[in-house]
C-alpha cells in the first residue's frame, strides 16, 4: 500500500515559517498619557462637580433665608453642570470603547 502524503495548507501560506537566525522587531506598548483616560476624565468631571456644590451650599448657608441666592449667584451651578458634563462624556467614552 503506497504512503498517503497529506497536503498541509499551513505550509503554504506566507510567514508560517519561522526563522531564528533573522532579529524580529518588537513592538511597542502603546501607553495613553493620564491626561487622556477615560478615568482620569471621570475623575476631573466629578471633582468639578462636588466642588461647584460645595460653591453653593457655601453660597446657600451665608444667608439661610434667602435660598434664591444659589439661584442668583453666577458661578456654582454652572460648574456643577460642567463637571457633569464632563463625568457624562467620560461615561460615554466608557461605554463606545471597542477593546
Known amino acids: 500500500m503506497p504512503v498517503r502524503q497529506v497536503h498541509l495548507p499551513e505550509r503554504e501560506r506566507i510567514g508560517y515559517e519561522v526563522n531564528y537566525a533573522v532579529q524580529r522587531s518588537a513592538k511597542a506598548v502603546e501607553v495613553t498619557p493620564f491626561w487622556r483616560r477615560i478615568k482620569t476624565e471621570e475623575r476631573i468631571g466629578s471633582l468639578t462637580f462636588w466642588g461647584g456644590a460645595i460653591w453653593a451650599i457655601q453660597i446657600a448657608t ?3 433665608s434667602k435660598l434664591i441666592h444659589v439661584l442668583l449667584t453666577p458661578g456654582p451651578l454652572e460648574v456643577c ?3 457633569l458634563l464632563i463625568w457624562l462624556h ?3 467614552r ?3 470603547r471597542v477593546v
Open 94 to 96: 466608557r461605554s463606545v
Open 90 to 92: 467620560a461615561k460615554w
Open 62 to 64: 451665608k444667608d439661610i
Open 81 to 83: 453642570g460642567v463637571g
